[in-house]
C-alpha cells in the first residue's frame, strides 16, 4: 500500500476515506440490531413492513447521528438457537457469523431475539430461551474477537412481552396462552445472562407493550420510544 495513504474500511455502506499522513482518521461507530420481525420493523396492521422512518432502527439511526452506521438485520420468525420446523433457515443462531463478518468492524450489537422461541412448537420457557440468547452472546463475543481483534459492547435486549389478547390473534395458533405469562419472566432470566456475561441489560417491556391488533408486534409509537430509549445506551457507550 502507499506509505502517503491509508484505506480505513468501515461496516457495509460506510464510505471508505483515503487520507493523508497526519490527518486524523475517521470510523463511523458500527451498531449491529439483530432481531426479529420486530426488528425487522412488521406492520400488524398490514403485515407488511414499515418505512425506514417508523422503524425503530431508522429512527435510532436518525438520533444517533452521521457519526454512526446503524445496521438492520430482522428477520420475521428469527429464532436464538433453534430450528423452525417449516422454515428452518430462520435459526438466529447459523446466520450470525456471516452477518458479523460481513459488517465488521462491529462496535456494538443490539441482540433481541426470544420471542419466536415461545412457539407452542419449541416448548421452551423464559430461562431456557435466556440461555440460548446467551449462546448467542458466546458467538458474538469469541468470532468478533478472532475475526476483528476486538468485541464488540453487547447490548441485550429483554424482549417485549406476549400481549394478553394473544389467544384472540392471528398468530394464537403459533403462540399457546402460556406464551403470556412466560413472556414476562423474560426481564429476571435475560438480566441473569447479561450479567454473567458482561453485557449491557435492557428490559424492553419496560418501555413498550406490543399492539392491540395482533398482540405480538409494535404500534409506531412503540418503534419510537424503543428507538430513544436504546439511543440513550448507544450513546452512554460511547461516552465511555
Not at 458500527?30 to 425487522?40: A, E, K, R
Not at 430482522?74 to 422454515?87: A, F, H, K, L, Q
Not at 459488517?103 to 440460548?132: C, Q, S, W, Y
Request: with cysteine; proline share 5%.
Amino acid at each position: 500500500m502507499d506509505g502517503n495513504k491509508v484505506s480505513e474500511w468501515t461496516a457495509a455502506r460506510v464510505h471508505v476515506r483515503m487520507i493523508r499522513d497526519n490527518e486524523e482518521v475517521v470510523r463511523l461507530t458500527t451498531v449491529l440490531c439483530y432481531g426479529d420481525s420486530n426488528t425487522f420493523g412488521y406492520d400488524p396492521m398490514t403485515g407488511m413492513r414499515y418505512p425506514k422512518e417508523i422503524r425503530w432502527t431508522g429512527i435510532l439511526a436518525s438520533l444517533l447521528g452521521e457519526d454512526f452506521n446503524v445496521i438492520e438485520e430482522g428477520c420475521n420468525g428469527r429464532t436464538t438457537v433453534t430450528d423452525d420446523p417449516i422454515e428452518g433457515w430462520k435459526n438466529g443462531l447459523d446466520y450470525l457469523k456471516p452477518c458479523l463478518n460481513s459488517h465488521r468492524p462491529v462496535d456494538i450489537v443490539i441482540l433481541m431475539l426470544g420471542t419466536n422461541d415461545l412457539k407452542e412448537v419449541f416448548h421452551l420457557t423464559a430461562a431456557e430461551i435466556a440461555d440460548n440468547a446467551g449462546i448467542l452472546v458466546d458467538v458474538i463475543q469469541s468470532f468478533t474477537k478472532e475475526k476483528q481483534g476486538f468485541m464488540p459492547k453487547i447490548i441485550l435486549v429483554s424482549p417485549p412481552e406476549i400481549g394478553k389478547g394473544m389467544p384472540g390473534s392471528v398468530f394464537a395458533s403459533a403462540f399457546a396462552p402460556r406464551s403470556i405469562e412466560e413472556s414476562k419472566k423474560f426481564p429476571e432470566n435475560y438480566r441473569r445472562v447479561a450479567d454473567s456475561k458482561g453485557c449491557i441489560f435492557f428490559d424492553a417491556a419496560q418501555y413498550i407493550y406490543p399492539s392491540d391488533d395482533d398482540s405480538l408486534h409494535l404500534t409506531p409509537e412503540a418503534h419510537r420510544v424503543l428507538a430513544e430509549k436504546l439511543a440513550e445506551k448507544v450513546t452512554a457507550i460511547r461516552a465511555e
